[in-house]
């Protein structure tokens, strides 16, 4: 029987889930039953949208112990990252959006407030929970509202450096407030750090607390002997516990812990929770899950436990779509083909080797590659470090989590003239994971920043050739963008000028069309629909978009309109700096920019999205048609004319 039809079948207790009352009247041995219903849920579910599937097998028993003991929406529940709300949206009366899980008009991947009063923080970057539930506490304190806040924080998010600060700030705070820390040793691959071995030694606590109450109590009762017997064996016995099982850092923060507990005992967890809920100041409470919990392929999957595949077959939990080279495996082989005669070369990534390409280099190279966890501030001037060094750094991330180290980019690589590549996979518009993924920013926010160079790749054998000539600058750094997805096939240049790649050009001069990255071939087709019109059109590829090329300034010069289409915002994009650059020589040529608005755009497939934003060839031809012809519409200045507005 297949998963699906088991679940049809047997899914009775899951069917009776309409919210969390639902869940709380629920005997263990119902809780028991719904946990398994719930898995097979999922698993059917997402294997035909796709998504995070591993994280949410991961945390079942821990969401119905949280919806047990907390009364959500009074009760804020946060989640960070938001891709382990699975089971929360669940619960919360939203099974049936999972027919539609992370496609367009269905339900989003992560929190959304749109979907549901029990969602709250949407934002699917990691390690902002904690600062989000610090404030969240301290503003129901001030209005004396008695709300719990209970923030989810995986173990890998605790590698970052703002859940630190938040800690140091809730501890200094006192109010009541849960942190449940999801320990499964995982990100999306095994958390790296020193973080990562406490928690692991954390596992094996003996239950040496439980001896240190009983000598407590004991000697507590013997007169002039007890209390002073009692601190020297407690300094002992702390220092045993710092060495075993050094949980005293987080109560040295000022935070009480409980725990380990089984994460997947529902009792255990709720009966933690309660315990927390009651104590009247910050918890930790410390829950030890496996991602991937009850379905084999996630846990035998040693990679990332399924964390976030596309369309998989149940049975086997290999991928449905058929396998093609992506942008991600071309990076990833170059770069190692690069390494091999570079010894200089190496790699940084942030908990996400697997995803952005750089497990190949470290593969074969496992020295020259630091994962650095879920810290892309530190990742960032670590290779300052690493190119003071006489290194050349590639930093491989999301585009998106990129800007959270704009700081260090502008200040310790870029002012300090460092040789750092940073390589942006999912740049542009991603798709299915919403606004917090797409990688639209980059361009923009990057491209003030003095000295540093951006390339965007059109194709595989321009990514191959761009990521060679970003890693042999020395004097400074280097961004490298591509998109999501299947990589384009090859696209020749006509000639090339200075640095830029001239496309298609023809006998007529009426329009530039500056096609940036992954847009070049639909440049290709909106030349072809607009020279269906009578207009000739030269499709460009720029290659080096930052900063703009005196040869793209002479090119725009010579034709009658200049058109600009990038997969980023047009705010302080590649269009606003031509048409900047054009301005300062004197290029009175018009200019006009496509690009994606500075929105939220929701989630949907990325041709979906794209369409929505009028960025398809047949709008864009479109549009050019329209401007060229308003063009010749308009009244030609006499040459006399012309002397007299000089004068």
Partial sequence: MSVEEDTANHGRLLGTVRGPQDVKRMTAEQLDILAAEIRDFLIAKVSRTGGHIGPNLGVVELTLAMHRVFDSPRDRLLFDTGHQAYVHKIITGRQEGFDRLRQRGGLSGYPNQAESEHDLIENSHASTALSYADGLAKAYALRAERRNVVAVVGDGALTGGMCWEALNNIATAGNPLVIV??????????????????????????????????????????????????????????????????QAMFEDLGIKYVGPVDGHDVTAVESALRAAKNFGGPVIVHAVTRKGSGYRPAEEDEADCLHGPGAFDVETGQLVAAPSVKWTHVFADELVKIADGRPDVVGITAAMAEPTGIAALASKYPKRVYDVGIAEQHAATSAAGLAMGGLHPVVAVYATFLNRAFDQVLLDVAMHKLPVTFVLDRAGITGPDGPSHYGIWDMSVFGVVPGLRIAAPRDSASLREELRE???????????????????????AVRRVGTVDVLAESARTDVLLVAVGSFAALGMEVAARVAEQGYGVTVVDPRWVRPVSAELVELAAGHRLVVTVEDGVRVGGVGDALAQAMRDADVRVPLKDLGVPADWHPHGTRAQILADLGLTAQDVARDVTGWISGLDAEPVEAPADKAAAKN
């Fill in 181 to 246: 820390v999801n320990d499964n040793g995982r990100s999306y691959s095994p958390t790296i750090g020193g973080l990562a071995d406490h928690l692991s030694s954390l596992r094996l606590n003996p239950g040496y607390e439980k001896m240190l109450d009983t000598v407590k109590d004991t000697l507590g009762n013997t007169p002039f002997v007890g209390k002073p017997m009692y601190e020297v064996l407690h300094a002992v016995k702390k220092g045993i516990k710092d060495a075993v099982a050094p």
């Fill in 470 to 492: 970003a890693v042999a600058v020395e004097d400074g750094p280097t961004i490298l963008r591509f998109p999501t997805g299947t990589v384009a096939g090859d696209l020749p």
